[in-house]
């Protein structure tokens, strides 16, 4: 059931809270300084706390506004549910939030399903700057039509809840396809019907991520950070994904997301929560991709000469690695002599390299 999901905070749902909140501080920070007004919308907002009393992701929101002065002036929100009785239990306790009448807009609370009419009404207004938040507890609500409303305006971005389980097992079935047409397009969802049917589990996951991908950089959100939550077993149960078009978002959700799930044994982020492992380093037979990612750099930035931070500003999307990732394996090409650094190893402090360094590439060898 729906409901039972308040009873208690599981640690995933403290850690996708914990990433969103932390997202929320970081772009709030950036927009504010940029609008007058900054816009938080929960369309699955939940009563704001789990039967144990714990907060839930409205009112996290809503103390780090109140921490802010200027945000208490700029910050725009909306929560909305289905479910009338969450949403009255929400009014309740924003109402009791200590000093939540120093909010300039008062948080709006909506009772409503997330309908035609709603994507209709943002589709038609310049949508202020706005992080927002989409967590249904299946796939019903989620569309790309309302994906694309959300942030089509500047400043716009989204976290969305994927259901991986339960779309993995839609996607074959007549029953959701209205569901599914609606999530990934009615042309992609046929070829991927085909596709599947030949593949095995972890390829059936990598496909479905890949399709999701393509849909949203047709809308022009180039720019997806899929987070994977397992269940104990290691198979995976969903997915919080990220959308943003700009690269600055991108980078600092890439960052947060890092730190809350797992890393390899080389210290490469896996993306990923898998229970009682969050924070620590995994040193199993797998794939390592760090070991590609110096043929990989002498050949995209051969006979060029770029800045630490530039290298890791023109390589980094779509990658896992993160920028400790590629001054690591950038000191140890130095060390190897097949790149040259200003200033070189000898006058900087050991095992560093900071930003401003200049990293200067050989040329391609000749065929």
Known sequence: MVDSFFDEPEERSRVKAEIVVNYFVAWSRIMAKRAERIGYFDFFAGP????????????????????????????????????PEFTSTLKAEIDA????????????????????????????IKTIPSLSFVDPWGYRGLSLRLIRAIIKDWGCEVVFFFNYNRIN???????????MRALLGEDRLAKLRQEMMSLNPEDRESRVRRALGEALEEMGAPFLIPFRFERRGG?????????????????????IMASRGVVDEDGVPLFAYMPKSAGRQLAFERDRPIEALPADLLSRFAGQTLTMKD????????????????????????????????PDRESRKANTLADRVLISFPPAASA
Do not use: W
């Open 235 to 255: 198979r995976v149960s969903h997915y919080i994904c990220f959308v943003s078009k700009h690269p600055l978002g991108y980078g600092i959700m890439k960052n």
């Open 97 to 124: 939030l200590p000093g939540v009448d120093r909010l300039k807009y008062r948080p709006q609370v909506l009772t409503g399903e997330i309908s035609d009419e709603l994507i209709e009404h943002f589709e038609g």
């Open 48 to 83: 704001g706390r789990y039967k144990t009393g714990d907060k839930s992701t409205p009112l996290l929101i809503l103390e780090r506004a109140l921490a802010s002065q200027v945000l208490t002036s700029r910050l725009v929100t909306v929560f909305n549910d289905a479910n």
């Open 311 to 342: 290298v890791y500003d023109q390589h980094n999307m779509g990658t896992p690695f993160i920028k400790p990732n590629y001054k690591r394996v950038l000191i140890r090409m130095e060390e190897r002599a097949e790149i040259k650094c200003e």
């Open 169 to 179: 097992m839609g996607i074959a079935n007549n029953l959701v396809e209205p569901h």
